[in-house]
């Protein structure tokens, strides 16, 4: 391991944090915007034009707030829920690659932190761990609202886990590796060769799941507004909440990269085209993570992990099977 | 101003209501198996999905945004109370005759008379506790010389609920009398329209 790698390494880290930090503030500016546009309002307009310094507002707001931590809390579970969410949320950031590689100044630069061989295991790995945050969060918090809400993380948890596993696994086996860089270079033929057409069902699932990971919209069941007030964050305050906030914008970013490069693709062969159809079908599922929390209800959590369990899970399964027999024969 | 939809309406057998075809839920595996499949590809979803993004494409936004647009707001909205003045000479109307004070169901109405030099009863003290006043509207109602009455403004501001509200801050100013822009209230208790051919003429023969 020499100086150069380390260095351009600690770049990419910090240019990864700052751009996905900003970036999920500007989320929630589009976010709010968006669902208000499909609500018939106009959402920010007051703080700058079109409201676009909102993001700024909101984060002096969050970066002044008193830092409380209530009584009968568990003091260090509490501290350190929100960190777990927002640096789980950034770790799944290493193995993603957002562009292809590019020159810069005549130095190759690789847009992925680390090409670890295990690559979309790590990733679901590491997002799945960002899960603790709301499980220890409500429960360190002497909150009823909160202890429910971490029930219900835990209750998502063990169903969506095991459909991002056995979904992705079809794909898996026919791309023969985990690195997300080999399924883009198994898709780099174009349009026909993209696994959505081989593994629809597959890819249904894992889009599905992502609700579940994200706990976005039809799946919102941890964070509830109007069941369990804010759920895990209703004790928290300030740079703690946001902290929990940064990293639920984070994880829908990283899982809209995610979808397109498993599935769809990714930047395909390489070229500058390519880059921006990348960008483009992450902007997409980004956009429908938006467009279905202003058009969908919301489950209950036993909906959920009967959805989870007795629908999504058998299909899953055969759909692994029968991609095992048409692979075998 | 905006095109506001209209609810006025309340006549239900007109306006198309028709009770929602609700099935019966299943009580057996099967049914509940054939009530998922069907719900599953049925595509309501993606109706759902299309309803809020023509909204957006649309773009047929409902807000008001208050500070610079407002609602308009009728000619008999009770707002914060006026003191109108005559016509005629800009003299007050007020007679201090305390039938506001006495018909006040919030007693925030609070007023003092003394004789002035002309031998008239005149106001001296005249205020509304606005913190307790409901804009029932009867003081208008009761006021026998049309000089108490509600107004158009609802935003009022200040640091304390005791500038809120006094004679003066009622009484229309003399430029606005000058200038012969004093409106007259329309809600209960003035005077209807076409008053005058109504009236008939005291028979001073008795």
Aim: aromatic residues 14%; negative net charge; hydrophobic residues 45%.
């Amino acid at each position: 391991m020499d100086t150069a790698y380390l260095i351009e390494t600690i770049i990419k880290v910090v240019v990864v944090l700052l751009i996905f930090s900003a970036l999920a503030g500007i989320g929630t500016y589009f976010e709010r915007k968006v669902l208000a546009f499909m609500q018939r309002r106009l959402g920010p307009m007051n703080v700058g034009p079109y409201g676009l310094l909102q993001v700024a507002a909101d984060g002096i707001k969050l970066f002044t707030k008193e830092d409380i931590i209530p009584t009968n809390v568990v003091g260090r579970i509490f501290k350190i829920a929100p960190v777990i969410t927002a640096a789980t949320a950034f770790m799944a950031a290493a193995a993603i690659p957002f562009l292809p590689q590019f020159e810069l100044f005549g130095y190759t630069v690789h847009p992925i932190i680390s090409d670890v061989n295990i690559g979309i295991l790590y990733i679901l790995g590491i997002m799945g761990i960002g899960l603790y945050g709301p499980l220890l969060g409500g429960m360190a918090s002497a909150n009823k609202f909160a202890l429910l809400s971490a029930a219900r993380s835990a209750a998502v948890f063990i169903s969506y886990e095991v459909i991002t596993g056995l979904s992705i696994l079809a794909p898996i086996m026919m791309v023969g590796s985990l690195s997300l860089i080999d399924f883009n270079e198994y898709q780099s033929g174009g349009i026909g060769d993209w696994i959505v057409w081989s593994q629809p069902v597959a890819f249904v699932l894992f889009w599905i799941a992502a609700f579940a990971e994200t706990g976005r919209t039809p799946f919102h069941l941890v964070a509830n507004d109007h069941e369990i007030i804010d759920g895990f964050g209703t004790e928290y305050s300030g740079m703690r909440w946001g902290l929990f906030f940064i990293g639920e914008y984070a994880n829908m970013f990283f899982i809209s990269f995610v979808i397109p490069l498993l599935f769809l693709g990714g930047y395909g062969d390489g070229s500058f085209l390519g880059a921006l159809g990348l960008l483009a079908k992450m902007s997409f599922f980004f956009f429908f993570f938006l467009w279905t929390r202003a058009a969908w209800p919301d489950v209950r959590p036993d909906q959920l992990m009967w959805l989870c369990w007795k629908v999504l899970m058998p299909i899953a399964v055969i759909n692994v099977v029968i991609t095992g027999f048409v692979m075998m024969f | 101003m905006k095109n506001n939809e209209q609810f006025n309406n309340r006549n239900v057998s007109e306006n198309g209501y028709y009770l929602v075809d609700i099935a019966d839920y299943p009580t057996d595996g099967w049914g509940k198996f054939k009530r998922v499949v069907q719900r599953t590809f049925r595509g309501e979803l993606f109706v759902g999905l299309w309803v809020v993004l023509r909204e957006m494409i649309k773009f047929d936004i409902h807000t008001v945004s208050y500070p610079e647009e407002k609602m308009p707001i009728g000619p008999r909205y009770r707002a914060v109370h006026e003191m109108k003045r005559l016509w005629e000479s800009d003299a007050e109307r007020c007679i201090g005759c305390g039938l506001c004070e006495k018909i006040c169901i919030s007693n925030c109405i609070k007023m003092d008379t003394r004789i002035d030099e002309n031998s008239r009863k005149e106001v001296s003290e005249y205020t509304i506790n606005l913190g307790r006043c409901i804009f029932c509207g009867y003081c208008a109602e009761v006021c026998p010389e049309l000089a108490i009455t509600h107004g158009g403004e609802y935003e009022q501001a200040s640091e304390q609920r005791e500038h809120f509200v006094d004679y003066e801050y009622m009484l229309t100013p003399l430029d606005k009398m000058k200038a012969g822009t004093q409106v007259e209230f329309e809600g209960f208790g003035a005077i209807t329209p076409h008053e005058d051919e109504r009236v008939k003429k005291t028979p001073l023969a008795y």
